[in-house]
């Protein structure tokens, strides 16, 4: 693997890993909540300051995967999530980088054997993978981030 491959459950408060070049796994979450005097869009500039710093950390960032979900509970939870999928999609292709998603019931079995498996079982099914993930978007990042390992290795 010569480039850094980046995972992230998006969100008000995202999930992330990041698998660097030399194989380092780093993950975490970031919070992207309004705060209390900024406009609406505020949180997506700061979620696109945040993937800039990521990427001058992680040096070249080969590829982005995200957790691609089709059904919210909310109708904010919707938009919100719309705006970090079109924030990240317009980072992405301007930096050239390749992007995808997943369906959430497809990293769900990778993690749990299970598609509709709950948020402490994929809590539990990172531990067991040897990550210590803070909450469910950081199990969630890191289980995508192992799907797609596994996938490469496959090809490899």
Same mark, same amino acid.
């Given at each position: 693997?010569?480039?850094?491959?980046?995972?992230?459950?998006?969100?008000?408060?995202?999930?992330?890993?990041?698998?660097?070049?030399d194989?380092?796994?780093?993950?975490?979450?970031?919070?992207? !909540? *309004?705060?209390?005097?900024?406009?609406?869009?505020?949180?997506?500039? !700061?979620?696109?300051?945040?993937?800039?710093?990521?990427?001058?950390?992680a040096?070249?960032?080969?590829?982005?995967?995200?957790?691609?979900v089709?059904?919210?509970?909310?109708?904010?939870?919707?938009?919100?999530?719309?705006?970090?999928?079109?924030?990240?999609?317009?980072?992405?292709?301007?930096?050239?980088? *390749?992007?995808?998603?997943? *369906?959430?019931?497809?990293?769900k079995?990778?993690?749990?054997?299970?598609?509709?498996?709950?948020?402490?079982?994929?809590?539990?099914?990172?531990r067991?993978?040897?990550?210590? *993930?803070?909450?469910?978007?950081?199990?969630?990042a890191?289980?995508?981030?192992?799907?797609?390992?596994?996938?490469?290795?496959?090809?490899?």
């Amino acid at each position: 693997m010569t480039c850094s491959i980046l995972a992230l459950d998006l969100g008000s408060v995202t999930g992330w890993a990041l698998r660097t070049a030399d194989g380092r796994i780093t993950s975490g979450t970031q919070n992207f !909540r *309004p705060l209390r005097y900024e406009g609406g869009g505020m949180r997506y500039l !700061r979620f696109r300051r945040w993937l800039n710093e990521v990427k001058a950390s992680a040096g070249e960032i080969g590829e982005v995967h995200f957790e691609e979900v089709r059904r919210h509970v909310g109708v904010d939870a919707a938009h919100a999530y719309g705006g970090f999928l079109a924030t990240l999609s317009a980072w992405c292709e301007h930096h050239r980088i *390749p992007y995808s998603g997943a *369906p959430v019931g497809t990293i769900k079995k990778h993690a749990t054997g299970k598609g509709n498996a709950d948020k402490d079982a994929m809590v539990t099914a990172v531990r067991a993978m040897g990550f210590d *993930p803070a909450d469910d978007n950081e199990a969630d990042a890191l289980a995508l981030l192992s799907m797609v390992s596994a996938a490469l290795a496959r090809t490899e």
